[in-house]
């Protein structure tokens, strides 16, 4: 069987990486595989059952993380204010990363760069709790300088590149 981009990437150090695609388990196996760090509790916001994604909601949910305090925490939102709030358009799905947020020493935002200035109505939390975004694309300057000031460090991955750049906060 021939494996995809992703899983050869994860596989093998000096693979190229597979094109643009932020996911949190993609986050997850490539931290695994490349910084030797070994996951006891992996929480995430969708699941994939049955060849289709569900979203993990609801009280029992909050609960259930509510039980773990975990190293790193990887999130996703729908959208992202231009005053740095992060938004989405599900309550239940909010109280839930920010059940993830409250329990993670250190929070990761996944998303792609077309959530920044993109409207939602339920507010989440601000950028500043976030430690580093994983994105396709480097947002625009504005929300860069944000970010910045915030001390967030961002990683883009830029479709035809070959590496993760990361742009520490200065």
Same mark, same amino acid.
């Given at each position: $069987? ?13 693979? !190229? ?6 996911? !949190? ?6 931290? $695994? ?5 070994? =996951?006891?509790?992996?929480? %995430?916001?969708?699941?994939?059952? =049955? ?24 999130? @996703? ?9 992060? %938004? ?6 909010? +109280?839930?990363?920010? &059940? ?8 990761? =935002?996944?998303?792609?760069?077309? +959530?920044? @200035?993109?409207? !939602?109505?339920? +507010? =989440?939390?601000?950028?500043?709790? %976030?430690? !580093? %975004?994983? $994105?396709?694309? &480097? ?13 967030? $460090? ?17």
């Amino acid at each position: $069987t021939r494996m995809s981009p992703r899983r050869q990437w994860a596989a093998s150090p000096s693979a !190229a990486p597979p094109p643009v695609e932020v996911q !949190a388990p993609t986050i997850v196996q490539a931290m $695994t595989h490349r910084q030797g760090q070994r =996951l006891v509790v992996h929480l %995430l916001n969708d699941i994939s059952s =049955l060849g289709r994604s569900e979203n993990v909601v609801g009280e029992a949910t909050v609960d259930f993380i509510d039980q773990f305090k975990v190293d790193f925490g990887i999130i @996703g939102i729908s959208g992202v204010d231009s005053d740095g709030t992060l %938004l989405d358009f599900d309550f239940r799905e909010v +109280k839930v990363a920010q &059940a993830i947020i409250a329990n993670s020493r250190q929070v990761f =935002l996944a998303t792609d760069h077309t +959530k920044f @200035g993109r409207p !939602a109505m339920v +507010k =989440l939390a601000h950028i500043a709790v %976030l430690d !580093a %975004l994983f $994105t396709d694309k &480097a947002p625009s300057p504005p929300f860069l300088d944000m970010l910045s000031r915030e001390r967030v $460090t961002v990683h883009a991955v830029e479709a035809g590149d070959e590496q993760i750049r990361a742009a520490s906060p200065g």
